[in-house]
């Protein structure tokens, strides 16, 4: 450990980079929040590095924390939208740019948080179940059943989509 | 309602911006700093082609990996240094990638870039050079590592406990001079199995002629004996050190070997290690190389302070103590007879002259310490002399007081109790408990 797989991290964010922003920007929907998201994941990611026990792991592990920020960023911002109610002395209140995506995109950003990250993982990050289970920390036949139940509920025709 | 093919298209298509390459970067930038900071050791390997035929232990390789560390953080805090000009500096490190895991010895040395960062306007040569030293100098710690680790295995010692060892050498380095014409670099080191001791090592650099210089350079033709005599008569005159005799492999003579630095004067100094031409517990020991005439000045000028000094011997207030067991026992029981008049007579302000700052004061409720007379009158007399306090004052038997490394202690059953000791030169008191 050490050095080589600091190293190892680093070049494995830095390569899929665009990834990370995409699946950011799917839950926050505007490029500033993105942005940010992206960047804490990646300080929180090397700040504990040495969480990661397996280098070959690192592509989950990774994901975890952007999808682990992306929605500790909404909530956040849920909160201080809420705080901020009360709060109009602080001047004008600035609309956040929602970028508007197609009716079955924001279908998939009502669905519950667990079964909204195993579509994403899936069907945007092309991530195989296994590791979608390592992400969200659930045993493989939970993220089956969750994956059936989510495009069920999506209305999406399972045969059609390859899984 | 589109399908999830056409959405993924969509996701896909999510523009990326020309921002987020910089936001990476910054992040882990970020990061490194913060690592960089808290890191001091990074693991060795050295590439050697050892072939071991005593079975086992595998040869161990190492593989350079030279990575940019463009910070360097001030202030040392393993080792006290001598702060001579310029702030010695831990500075970052090139950092090896382990290949074996065997050798367990970590070193630390400035890396090149930073040591281009520090030494603005040296050419990249003398860079170079100062990384070339520190690199040698750590070569050889490893040795010597490599030499104990050796040693220790083969009396017994399991690799368990060698990496327990937690060996490390650490190297930096020290700009002793730096003008136009010349640097004088000092190249430090500690290896911290050896209970720190490090021999430093010395480069005088003429700028100019891109040559190292040595004491004929600085000195001149007649170097050895200008050099001895400032040498022999410093050695005199500095009488808290017992130097060796010559025949006891004290100090005879300067060579071409003597290690020597320049000083901000621009005056050599010659350094002797540890154990060289005197006991250890000298630790190094430095003599600065003027010429004749500043040397007389200095002479003049001290003769003229101990003349003013001899006046003042009559008074005993001006023996200067080394420590509490250098002082004699009657000087020890009259300062405690005097505390204890101070005390019968309530006297704050007499205590107050005889005490040292910062003066500690161990109230039971919590301990403060007082900086000044006035804080401690402040403090008022009634919550100084406490009746447990006079009692066990006026209980202690002066003549039978006995010195320890904390101070002479006077009391009856341990608490309250009034410590005195050796605080500059002379005796003063240090604390008082309750």
Same mark, same amino acid.
Request: charged content about 30%; aromatic content about 10%; hydrophobic content about 35%.
């Given at each position: 450990?050490?050095?080589?797989?600091?190293?190892?991290?680093?070049?494995?964010?830095?390569?899929?980079?665009?990834?990370?922003?995409?699946?950011?920007?799917?839950?926050?929907?505007?490029?500033?929040?993105?942005?940010?998201?992206?960047?804490?994941?990646?300080?929180?990611?090397?700040?504990?590095?040495?969480? =990661?026990?397996?280098?070959?792991?690192?592509?989950?592990?990774?994901?975890?924390?952007?999808?682990?920020?992306?929605?500790?960023? =909404?909530?956040?911002?849920?909160?201080?939208?809420?705080?901020?109610?009360?709060?109009?002395?602080?001047?004008?209140?600035?609309?956040?740019?929602?970028?508007?995506?197609?009716?079955?995109?924001?279908?998939?950003?009502?669905?519950?948080?667990?079964?909204?990250?195993?579509?994403?993982?899936?069907?945007?990050?092309?991530?195989?179940?296994?590791?979608?289970?390592?992400?969200?920390?659930?045993?493989?036949?939970?993220?089956?059943?969750?994956?059936?139940?989510?495009?069920?509920?999506?209305?999406?025709?399972?045969?059609?989509?390859?899984? | 309602?589109?399908?999830? @093919?056409?959405?993924?298209?969509? &996701?896909?298509?999510?523009?990326?911006?020309?921002?987020?390459?910089?936001?990476?970067?910054?992040?882990?930038?970020?990061?490194?700093?913060?690592?960089?900071?808290?890191?001091?050791?990074?693991?060795?390997?050295?590439?050697?082609?050892?072939?071991?035929?005593?079975?086992?232990?595998?040869?161990?390789?190492?593989?350079?990996?030279?990575?940019?560390?463009?910070?360097?953080?001030?202030? @040392?805090?393993?080792?006290?240094?001598?702060?001579?000009?310029?702030?010695?500096?831990?500075?970052?490190? @090139?950092?090896?990638?382990?290949?074996?895991?065997?050798?367990?010895?970590?070193?630390?040395?400035?890396?090149?870039?930073?040591?281009?960062?520090?030494?603005?306007?040296?050419?990249?040569?003398?860079?170079?050079?100062?990384?070339?030293?520190?690199?040698?100098?750590?070569?050889?710690?490893?040795? @010597?590592?490599?030499?104990?680790?050796?040693?220790?295995?083969?009396?017994?010692?399991?690799?368990?406990?060698?990496?327990?060892?937690?060996?490390?050498?650490?190297?930096? &380095?020290?700009?002793?001079?730096?003008?136009?014409?010349?640097?004088?670099?000092?190249?430090?080191?500690?290896?911290?199995?050896?209970?720190?001791?490090?021999?430093?090592?010395?480069?005088?650099?003429?700028?100019?002629?891109?040559?190292?210089?040595?004491?004929?350079?600085?000195?001149?033709?007649?170097?050895?004996?200008?050099?001895?005599?400032?040498?022999?008569?410093?050695?005199?005159?500095?009488?808290?050190?017992?130097?060796?005799?010559?025949?006891?492999?004290?100090?005879?003579?300067?060579?071409?070997?003597?290690?020597?630095?320049?000083?901000?004067?621009?005056?050599?100094?010659?350094?002797?290690? $540890?154990?060289?031409?005197?006991?250890?517990?000298?630790?190094?020991?430095?003599?600065?190389?003027?010429?004749?005439?500043?040397?007389?000045?200095?002479?003049?000028?001290?003769?003229?302070?101990?003349?003013?000094?001899?006046?003042?011997?009559?008074?005993?207030?001006?023996?200067?103590?080394?420590?509490?067991?250098?002082?004699?026992?009657?000087?020890?029981?009259?300062?405690? #007879?005097?505390?204890?008049?101070?005390?019968?007579?309530?006297?704050?302000?007499?205590?107050?002259?005889?005490?040292?700052?910062?003066? &500690?004061?161990?109230?039971?409720?919590?301990?403060?310490?007082?900086?000044?007379?006035?804080?401690?009158?402040?403090?008022?007399?009634?919550?100084?002399?406490?009746?447990?306090?006079?009692?066990?004052?006026?209980?202690?038997?002066?003549?039978?007081?006995?010195?320890?490394?904390?101070?002479?202690?006077?009391?009856?059953?341990? $608490?309250? #109790?009034?410590?005195?000791?050796?605080?500059?030169?002379?005796?003063?008191?240090?604390?008082? #408990?309750?």
């Amino acid at each position: 450990m050490g050095k080589k797989q600091y190293d190892r991290i680093v070049n494995y964010i830095v390569e899929n980079q665009n990834k990370f922003y995409r699946l950011a920007f799917s839950y926050v929907r505007n490029q500033d929040d993105a942005l940010d998201v992206v960047q804490n994941a990646i300080c929180k990611a090397l700040d504990h590095y040495t969480a =990661l026990r397996n280098i070959e792991a690192v592509k989950t592990w990774f994901y975890r924390i952007v999808v682990n920020e992306s929605i500790l960023f =909404l909530k956040n911002q849920k909160k201080e939208y809420l705080a901020g109610e009360e709060n109009y002395a602080d001047g004008p209140y600035i609309e956040k740019k929602y970028e508007p995506m197609d009716e079955l995109f924001d279908q998939i950003d009502q669905l519950d948080e667990e079964v909204q990250k195993i579509i994403k993982l899936r069907f945007f990050e092309e991530l195989s179940l296994r590791e979608i289970a390592d992400v969200v920390q659930m045993n493989l036949n939970t993220v089956k059943a969750k994956l059936y139940r989510g495009l069920k509920l999506l209305k999406q025709n399972i045969q059609e989509v390859d899984l | 309602m589109s399908d999830l @093919r056409e959405t993924k298209k969509k &996701y896909e298509e999510i523009p990326i911006p020309e921002e987020l390459h910089q936001r990476v970067e910054e992040a882990i930038r970020n990061s490194e700093e913060k690592r960089k900071a808290e890191q001091k050791i990074v693991r060795i390997r050295r590439k050697k082609k050892i072939v071991k035929t005593v079975a086992a232990v595998a040869g161990f390789v190492v593989v350079f990996t030279a990575v940019l560390n463009t910070n360097f953080v001030f202030a @040392r805090e393993v080792q006290k240094i001598p702060v001579i000009g310029n702030l010695a500096r831990v500075l970052t490190f @090139r950092s090896y990638e382990e290949e074996d895991e065997n050798l367990q010895i970590s070193v630390e040395i400035p890396s090149i870039e930073t040591i281009e960062e520090d030494m603005t306007g040296m050419t990249d040569e003398i860079n170079q050079e100062i990384y070339h030293w520190c690199e040698e100098y750590a070569n050889e710690g490893v040795e @010597r590592a490599k030499q104990y680790r050796e040693a220790f295995l083969s009396t017994g010692g399991t690799e368990q406990e060698w990496m327990e060892h937690n060996i490390k050498i650490t190297v930096w &380095y020290e700009v002793k001079a730096s003008t136009e014409e010349y640097l004088s670099l000092a190249i430090k080191g500690n290896e911290n199995w050896t209970s720190a001791y490090t021999e430093d090592k010395y480069y005088n650099l003429d700028l100019k002629q891109k040559k190292l210089l040595s004491l004929k350079d600085l000195l001149g033709e007649n170097y050895i004996q200008i050099a001895n005599e400032s040498i022999q008569s410093q050695m005199s005159q500095r009488t808290e050190i017992e130097f060796w005799e010559p025949d006891q492999g004290g100090f005879t003579t300067v060579s071409d070997d003597t290690k020597f630095y320049i000083n901000q004067n621009g005056n050599p100094v010659v350094v002797f290690g $540890r154990y060289e031409i005197a006991p250890g517990s000298a630790g190094q020991i430095e003599f600065e190389i003027t010429d004749g005439t500043e040397e007389k000045k200095e002479q003049e000028e001290t003769q003229e302070a101990t003349e003013e000094t001899t006046q003042d011997i009559t008074q005993e207030t001006d023996t200067q103590y080394e420590d509490n067991f250098s002082v004699d026992s009657s000087a020890v029981a009259d300062f405690a #007879n005097e505390i204890k008049n101070v005390v019968a007579a309530q006297d704050l302000s007499a205590l107050a002259d005889l005490a040292s700052y910062p003066l &500690y004061i161990g109230f039971s409720e919590g301990g403060i310490s007082v900086n000044t007379k006035e804080e401690l009158l402040e403090l008022g007399a009634e919550r100084i002399f406490t009746p447990e306090l006079e009692e066990a004052v006026q209980a202690t038997e002066e003549s039978s007081l006995s010195p320890s490394m904390a101070g002479f202690s006077m009391t009856k059953d341990g $608490r309250p #109790n009034v410590v005195f000791g050796v605080t500059g030169g002379r005796l003063a008191i240090q604390g008082i #408990n309750y």
